[in-house]
Nanobody, 122 residues
Framework: QLQLVESGGGLVQPGGSLRLSCAAS????????IGWFRQPPGLEREGVAC????????YYVDSVKGRSTISRDNAANTVYLQMNSLKPEDTGVYYC???????????????WGQGTQVTVSS
């Protein structure tokens, strides 16, 4: 069974940092593009970052560029999202999912995890 499990969320003050993890079981992550998404309270889910499976290219939504880094550890079968200089508007449930590449629409991502809550508040 293909499964992704997110972890690393929590409550952090503005300006703080978190590293989110997306661990896979039942399949090998290095064959897939992995996307991180978030759903702020009362809003729709949006893409945050993506790392391709073919060449490791990375993509970020403008709101997190320069503050976040997506990376993969194929030996650990895990993808990470390092988030720095966190802002209250980064609050939401963060999900990871797989796709053939990072250019597909959100609807074409699959194997969604259960999500991890990130709350940025003083």
């Amino acid at each position: 069974q293909l499964q992704l499990v997110e972890s690393g969320g929590g409550l952090v003050q503005p300006g703080g940092s978190l590293r989110l993890s997306c661990a896979a079981s039942g399949f090998t992550l290095d064959n897939y593009a992995i996307g991180w998404f978030r759903q702020p309270p009362g809003l729709e889910r949006e893409g945050v970052a993506c790392i391709s499976g073919s060449d490791g290219s990375t993509y970020y939504v403008d709101s997190v560029k320069g503050r976040s880094t997506i990376s993969r550890d194929n030996a650990a079968n895990t993808v990470y999202l390092q988030m720095n200089s966190l802002k209250p508007e980064d609050t939401g449930v963060y999900y990871c999912a797989t796709a053939a590449n990072c250019q597909v629409s959100q609807d074409e991502f699959g194997s969604w995890g259960q999500g991890t809550q990130v709350t940025v508040s003083s």
